[in-house]
């Protein structure tokens, strides 16, 4: 698997879209990650953090598609309101617990993700969420 994911911040859909065939570039607050499915992620990270179940989010519309289509081609999608505002709260060791968790989960399908990498990618959102939340702005994920 070799996937580019890219979590930015950006003021609303609209400009959010803008990134989809190059990604967020510089005009956006950004983190750079690879190599995991960041649509699974969020889903899971929200079940993990705020409840439900991967199922309902799903039939839900989670995550919301911003531009492009899933079939392989680049997408942007936007962070849930309900995940940003977990993320948000969450303190250092919860957030710890939950990388654990979802590293585990990702090891029971096949795919290995270090606890460490994965503290890593959900402290580095979490605090990203924080800053967009302050500005009054969501956080998208674009991926190629």
């Known amino acids: 698997m070799s996937i580019v994911v890219k979590f930015f911040v950006a003021p609303d859909d609209t400009s959010a879209g803008?990134?989809?065939q190059t990604g967020p570039g510089r005009a956006f607050e950004s983190l750079s990650f690879g190599n995991f499915?960041?649509?699974?992620?969020?889903?899971?990270?929200e079940c993990?953090?705020?409840g439900g179940s991967f199922e309902e989010l799903v039939e839900a519309g989670e995550p919301r598609i911003v531009a492009g289509q899933d079939d392989d081609g680049c997408v942007v999608f936007a962070i849930s309101p309900r995940l940003s505002a977990a993320l948000a709260g969450a303190g250092h060791s919860r957030?710890?617990?939950?990388?654990?968790?979802?590293?585990?989960l990702r090891a029971e399908d096949g795919q290995v993700i270090d606890t460490e990498i994965a503290d890593t990618i959900v402290s580095d959102l979490a605090a990203l969420v924080s800053s967009a939340l302050r500005q009054n702005q969501g956080v998208y994920c674009w991926l190629a």
Do not use: C, G, H, T
Request: net charge negative; charged share 25%; aromatic share 8%.
């Open 95 to 104: 957030l710890r617990d939950v990388a654990a968790s979802w590293a585990q």
């Open 48 to 50: 993990l953090l705020a």
């Open 37 to 45: 499915d960041p649509e699974e992620a969020v889903i899971e990270w």
């Open 18 to 20: 803008l990134a989809l």
